[in-house]
């Protein structure tokens, strides 16, 4: 388990948003991956909610920004599971409930030391039949995981804000937290009063298309209303004295607005920032499907928390740079369209959010920069030697083992990139939208298997190995690669693995070899390593002088080593130059049983530069600096140098 307690005295410090667009998303997970709290949960799944489904929440609110509390009447519609006389909801036991009314009745309840508020029904429900009961409560929300409740200030000016991943719904407001019952609508009534005490007009937010603001009196009520499945930890609202301000989406002639609600200290900076969201919303769009929501919108809602939250329709933003911004947004396909099923598959949400904001990396920035991120994350990812994608039970107890920021977030992102490059980018994109646009599970929720059955349907072979060594078992191989040119159109490569952790006997993988040649050529291998000492011959059609492992970082691996086979070391072995750099000349040293017919000198280009028979002496200052190749032709094969020409 990981805590990042460095983030914490920045919590609710004010942000800039001068971050760079290649900003190190390590910091960007960091910040959001955090536990801000050491609280332990005994439960993560409530199974005295499990006999009804919610149907529908009307939220009304009313909140103060300068004070810490809540008065708010919750009403809930659900249609009964099985026959039953009462319902339960969580809600924590600090937060008191007044009243509960069914059809005008007042009905009996009573709220407990384990977060429930338990109903007793005014007649009983059968199987299918649907209960509506109003829920009328208030307090001062306590904050628990990453701030579920939150009263602060900003330059001085109050604002509420709330987050409740994971747990942190009932620590204000009447709910069932089970991932597996989305709500299928919601309204979001905010009472706020007009403005605040520097005369500043307080905005605020939710889910979902706003409505209305109804003034009355020194208050204002705005209305919002989401039309989609949302489960409850993606419910949240913010009130502060927001700018407000827009972008369009395009979307293909069928346009949307990006709505952002900012402080208005930092106006100018994000309204700089927040313009790359529409490329990066034409990006998902073009690599999976249209935006979920396109019916309702997108936006970002500053808040005082150093990460993000990908709040259905409106993310919460602590900063505006780029990386955090793609991978809020990716969030609304992988992690609020379909929603993990269990916390034990966050990866579904967290792995899948941070890969797509890779690919941003690679689309906008290129290659080089590409290979750089899945660096990082490889590093990350290895920095222990053990550690599973997949949750397990008592995992799921602690805020800071679901948002891992290893695990989770960075193991997971790679684990989805070897994926692809296993299956192929036609087969990987087609089953990233086959997974989204499955009735099943569109909307819905999703655990591992379902995802495991898309991408072996559009594979065609089956994925359990991959599976088990990767995502359910812990840990990262390190390879051995040893090598030799036995003819001129050949290379043999011998790869063989360790393993960091017990879990994984072998690690059945696609790895990529890159091999140079004497004369700058380069040709990319990937080999099908399946057991442990497996060798591989390959045509190839230049000389070979140095192998490469993994080189575009494509592979979860550590403490690689490639080494020259025992045969041609000795060769080579037969064989010096120097000085190696050298300014004017180098010398050659052999064994007096080899037998030199031939020396070629070429440069990077491949063009020759020098030829000739047996010297032992030559002279190298006609030829400009860099990197340069020696080739000797002997009469026990062929070997070839390198030197650096000063």
């Known amino acids: 388990m ?19 667009f290649d900003e190190d998303l390590n910091t960007v997970i960091e910040a959001e991956a955090k536990s801000a709290s050491n609280r332990i949960y005994n439960s993560y799944v409530n199974l005295n909610t499990g006999n009804y489904d919610v149907k529908y929440h009307k939220l009304e609110l009313t909140i103060d920004p300068s004070i810490s509390g809540i008065n708010g009447v919750v009403t809930t ?42 109903i007793t029904l005014f007649e009983t429900l059968n199987q299918g039949e649907t209960g509506i009961v109003e829920i009328t409560y208030s307090g001062d929300p306590i904050s628990s995981g990453f701030g579920s409740y939150e009263q602060t200030t900003h330059s001085g000016a109050p604002i509420i804000w709330t987050l409740s991943e994971p747990y942190g719904a009932k620590g204000w407001w009447p709910c069932k937290q089970d991932l597996n019952d989305k709500i299928d609508s919601i309204d979001v009534f905010i009472t706020t009063p007009q403005f605040n005490d520097s005369n500043e007009e307080y905005i605020a937010v939710s889910n979902g298309v706003e409505q209305s603001q109804t003034i009355n009196g020194a208050n204002k009520t705005t209305h919002y209303r989401h039309e989609f499945p949302i489960p409850a930890y993606l419910v949240a609202i913010a009130a502060t004295n927001y700018e407000v301000y827009t972008h ?22 994000a309204q700089s920032s927040t313009e790359i969201t529409v490329d990066i919303m034409e990006l998902f769009s073009t690599k999976f499907e249209e ?36 991978h809020e947004l990716a969030h ?44 990082s994350r490889i590093n990350s990812i290895t920095s222990q030697p053990d550690g599973a994608v997949y949750l397990s039970d008592s995992d799921t107890t602690s805020v800071g083992r679901i948002f891992s920021s290893r695990l989770s977030y960075n193991k997971g992102a790679m684990v ?22 499955d009735p099943n599970l569109a909307f819905n929720y999703a655990k591992t ?6 991408m072996e349907a559009v594979y065609g072979e089956d994925l359990t190995e991959f599976f088990s060594d990767w995502i359910y078992n812990e840990g990262y191989p390190s390879y051995s690669v040893l090598w030799h040119q036995p003819t001129t159109s050949t290379v043999y490569i011998e790869l063989s693995q360790t393993q960091s952790d017990p879990s994984v006997s072998f690690f059945e993988a696609p790895v990529p070899i890159r091999l140079i040649g004497t004369m700058g050529e380069s040709l990319d291998l990937v080999l099908e390593n399946i057991s442990n000492a497996e060798g591989f011959l390959r045509p190839v059609d230049f000389t070979v002088a140095d192998v490469l492992f993994d080189p575009e970082s494509d592979l979860i691996s550590k403490d690689n080593m490639v080494t020259l086979s025992r045969d041609d070391l000795e060769l080579d072995n037969n064989l010096g130059i120097y000085p190696n750099p050298t300014s004017n000349h180098i010398s050659i040293n052999k064994h007096e049983s080899l037998i030199i017919d031939d020396i070629k000198i070429h440069n990077t280009l491949g063009q020759l530069l020098y030829q000739s028979t047996w010297s032992p002496i030559i002279d190298m200052t006609p030829f400009s600096t860099g990197l340069l190749f020696v080739r000797f032709q002997t ?8 030197v650096l020409k000063q």
């Open 248 to 269: 369009t989406v395009p979307n293909d002639g069928n346009p949307f607005e990006i709505v952002n609600y900012v402080y208005p200290e930092n106006l100018t900076s």
């Open 77 to 118: 519609h659900f249609e009964a599971k099985e026959e039953m006389s009462q319902v339960t909801f969580e809600l924590t036991d600090n937060m008191v409930v007044s009243q509960v009314m069914q059809s005008g009745n007042a009905l009996m309840f009573t709220q407990n030391t384990d977060d429930e508020l338990v």
């Open 2 to 20: 990981k805590t990042y307690l460095l983030f914490i005295g920045v919590l609710f410090s004010s942000l800039t948003f001068s971050q760079s």
């Open 635 to 642: 009469n026990k094969g062929v070997i070839n140098k390198t």
């Open 449 to 454: 298997p379902d995802y495991k059955a898309k």
């Open 416 to 437: 989805l990139h070897m994926l692809r490059k296993k299956l192929g980018d036609a087969n990987f994109y087609q089953g990233m939208q086959d997974y989204l646009s």
């Open 291 to 326: 935006y979920p929501y396109a019916s309702e919108k997108y936006g970002h809602a500053q808040f005082g928390w150093g990460g993000g939250m990908e709040h259905t329709t409106v993310s919460f933003m602590g900063s505006f740079g780029r990386n955090l911004i793609a």
């Open 332 to 375: 609304q396909w992988f992690g609020d369209k379909i929603t993990c099923g269990s916390w034990k598959d966050i990866w579904l949400n967290e792995g899948f959010a941070t890969y797509l904001s890779g690919l941003v990396i690679e689309d906008f920035d290129g290659n080089t920069n590409f290979t750089g991120w899945k660096q």
